[in-house]
T-cell receptor, first 115, second 113 residues
Framework: GAVVSQHPSWVICKSGTSVKIECRSL??????MFWYRQFPKQSLMLMAT?????????EQGVEKDKFLINHASLTLSTLTVTSAHPEDSSFYICSARETIGAEQYFGPGTRLTVT | QQQVKQSPQSLIVQKGGISIINCAYE??????FPWYQQFPGKGPALLIAIRPDVSEKKEGRFTISFNKSAKQFSLHIMDSQPGDSATYFC????????????FGTGTRLTVIP
């Protein structure tokens, strides 16, 4: 299957700072990328959907000013957690698909810890 | 509102046994039903998927059974192995709208030797 990478795989940051997570589709062009958040022993929660060159669509309850998503190219999307707080500590997973209806491939996830 | 309901929450199976995980949905617009396997600290990986035009799909030790009239589908893992110990998520997706995946709540499978 296609490969989606994330960087970094884990990051620790201080409260109040911002952190950027990158998501790349390595062998296909992703017109749509998704960002999920997963708490321990829970399911994946969709945060936002982004289409290349367009503004991201955020799910209800997700602060778009706090979780900045950029999908500037067909192979790269970034999630920036601004002014991070301990409650933002979580496992963030990106996903990408080539076209609507196509298989959705998941990245390995990024563990964010805010101290 | 949970679009896809999954049970059980956890499952312990002896090595060589059959693991069965069930999911149910309400939205008849769903037309794609994948199962994902997730190991701790990793992203989910597609295991097997089915569309509603077939009632069963088998890939190796993994089988999806699909009951369109009951709006239920299940994952069967035959000859379960300790390496199968992971969390399994069912999901559903429709062709219309945002075409997003809706995930079940997950089942933590433990296969004991």
């Amino acid at each position: 299957g296609a490969v989606v990478s994330q960087h970094p795989s884990w990051v620790i940051c201080k409260s109040g700072t911002s952190v950027k997570i990158e998501c790349r589709s390595l062998d296909f062009q992703a017109t749509t990328m998704f960002w999920y958040r997963q708490f321990p022993k829970q399911s994946l929660m969709l945060m936002a959907t982004s289409n290349e060159g367009s503004k991201a669509t955020y799910e209800q309850g997700v602060e778009k000013d706090k979780f900045l998503i950029n999908h500037a190219s067909l192979t790269l999307s970034t999630l920036t957690v601004t002014s991070a707080h301990p409650e933002d500590s979580s496992f963030y997973i990106c996903s990408a698909r080539e076209t609507i209806g196509a298989e959705q491939y998941f990245g390995p996830g990024t563990r964010l810890t805010v101290t | 509102q949970q679009q896809v309901k999954q049970s059980p929450q956890s499952l312990i199976v002896q090595k060589g046994g059959i693991s069965i995980i069930n999911c149910a949905y309400e939205n008849t617009a769903f037309d794609y039903f994948p199962w994902y396997q997730q190991f701790p600290g990793k992203g989910p990986a597609l295991l097997i998927a089915i569309r509603p035009d077939v009632s069963e799909k088998k890939e190796g030790r993994f089988t999806i059974s699909f009951n369109k009239s009951a709006k239920q589908f299940s994952l069967h893992i035959m000859d379960s192995q300790p390496g199968d110990s992971a969390t399994y998520f069912c999901a559903a997706r429709g062709l219309t709208g945002a075409n997003n995946l809706f995930f079940g709540t997950g089942t933590r499978l433990t296969v004991i030797p």
